[in-house]
Structure formats: structure tokens, C-alpha cells
């Protein structure tokens, strides 16, 4: 497939951000979905950050985008909500920081900002990658739910002194790190549905780890790295891994590559763009238990693709824990549904 920019590109009519999202994320998506209140919920905490404050901050500081500043980028912002389908086309900023990054903010009206350290870095087809990635973020909601997880950290900074609060709030600011890990390995999907170069998004996803050399890089050994990462040496090693993932809401590059490469090669990328993918009307039939079988069973594979000695043990726990917490959540997302409807009938409307 050719790296000509002005290339066609398959428009992805009415996608669900259910089509690439990681079975972990998209499970914790539909049940949150499912919840009738709970998306009011997290809007009114987004509200914690001032989202018309941000904005202005950025309006103020950085460059944005448009048909007369960087309007190449423009194109790829417009092309990315184009192939999604995404009903707005976000504003993007162009921030002065060296530092690579790129992050989707807000809520009512989400936005994307870049520094220019990753804009620097990459050439187009990658930006192109990249802004998909953002776009992925705002279709799926992400930004509502990460709010929840930067209000967790503010307040379990607070409450240090606390050692059992403390304690309990860690163990949610964990759990909501591991899903923020698997967010970020949806949308690296979403940036290969957008631009429809996989080539370019495994040439970005080694810059960030390398830098801009990529004549001194090789796709083939750096799957490599990852490879033997995974299959990773003695419990010692286990327990280095857990630690390092700690404060970490994004997965280390050679992962990302890794799970990128995994999805494209079983076919997946390919039957979405063949127009086999769930769209936005069925969102609503979603089964939170077969989403969290679905989540359990990814990461039993993983571990079974892991030689590594602490994940071993994990295996059949997951296994049996999948079919029992399915049924539990199916149960209770029944009641929720349940308990809703006869609110509404009482009420008369």
C-alpha cells in the first residue's frame, strides 16, 4: 500500500469504538455504559478539571490547527474523524515541548494537543498514526473515565497520611492504571484504522522508544526485544516487571508494537476494513458478561504466551474466574436494568 498522503482510505461507516478496542478496556467501556447514570456521573467529575480553562490555556499557548497553520495536519485530523466517522472534527494544538507527547482532553468538546517533540519526530504517515490514536480516545469516551483516575491520584495524594484509605484508594488507582495500559493499546488500533499504513504506525511506536534514527532500528529485532521481555526470566524478574508498571498509564513501547503486530496478523485489521466490524446501533446490546469473559480470556492468553514463572500460576484462576465473574456481572447489570425501568415506570414517563 502506497505512503502517498492524499491516498484513498476505506471510510469506516458507523464503526463502534467496540471494533478495536482491547478486550480489557472494552469490557470495563460496556459495563460502564451499560450503567444507566453512570456516564452523568463521570461527566459532572469531569468538571474537577475545567474544561473551557484548558482549553483556553491552550488557545493561548500553543498553535492550533487549521487550513492556514500546519494545514497538512489539518487534512490528517479531518481525515481521521472522516474514516471513524466521528460526527466532529476535534480542535488540535501544537504545543512548544520537547518532550514526545500527545493527549485527547475533555469531555463536552474533547481536543487533541501535541508537543512539538513528537510532532519533530515523525514524519507524516506517522502524525497521521498518531492524531488517529487521539480520535480513537475521543470516540471511545476515554477522557470521560481517565478524569475518574486523576481525581483517584489527587485525592490518594491527600489522604497519605491515612494508611487504610491510603491503602484502598492505591488498590482502585491500580486497577485504573492497568485499564488506562489496555486504552492506549485500543487506540494504537483506532491510529492503524485511520491511517491504514500499519508499516507507519510500528515505524512511530520504535521512534518513541529509539528516537529518530530508524535507519539504525529493525522492526524484526525489535519484535524480538519484545518477545524475550515476555518470556521473561525467574520469578525475580516477575516481580521487577510488576513494579515497573506501577504509576506507568501507558505500556512500554516494545509491548505496544507487539500487541499491534499480534492484532494485524490475526486478521483482525483487515476484516474491519472489509467492513466486518459491530456498529454504533448494536452498542446497546452489548453483554457486559461476555465482555468480561472476553477480557478475562485475553489476558489468560498472554499469560500463556509468557513463560514467565509468576503469570504461570495465574492461568487457571483466570480461566474459572472468567465464566463465574461473567455470570455475576451479568446478573447484576440485570438488576441495574431492571431497577431502572421500574423507576420509570413509577414515575409515569
Known sequence: MSNSPDRVRVRLSEISSRAYEHPADRGALVALRSLRGFDEVFKRLSGLFNERALRLMFLSSAVRVGPTQFPHVHDQVRDAAYVLDLDEVPELYIQMNPRPNAMAIGSHRPFIVMTTGLFDLLDAEEQRFVIGHEVGHILSGHAVYRTMLLALIRLAT??????????????????LEEWYRKSELSCDRAGVLAGQDPEA????????????????????????????????????????????????????AVIRLAELDRWIEDGSYRRILGGDYPRRASDREAKIGEEARSAARSYKEAWERSGDPLLGTLRDVAGSAASAGGKIFDTVADRWRGGSRGSRDDSGS
Request: charged share 20%.
Open 201 to 252: 504506525a510500528k515505524r512511530a511506536l520504535m521512534k518513541l522508544a529509539g528516537g529518530s534514527r530508524l535507519g539504525e532500528m529493525n522492526p524484526d529485532a525489535f519484535l524480538e526485544q519484545a518477545r524475550e521481555y515476555e518470556s521473561g526470566g525467574d520469578a525475580r524478574d516477575s516481580l521487577i516487571k510488576l513494579m515497573s508498571l506501577s504509576g506507568q498509564t501507558h505500556p512500554f
Open 158 to 175: 491527600r489522604v497519605a497520611w491515612v494508611p487504610l484509605g491510603y491503602i484502598g484508594l492505591q488498590a482502585i488507582v491500580a486497577a
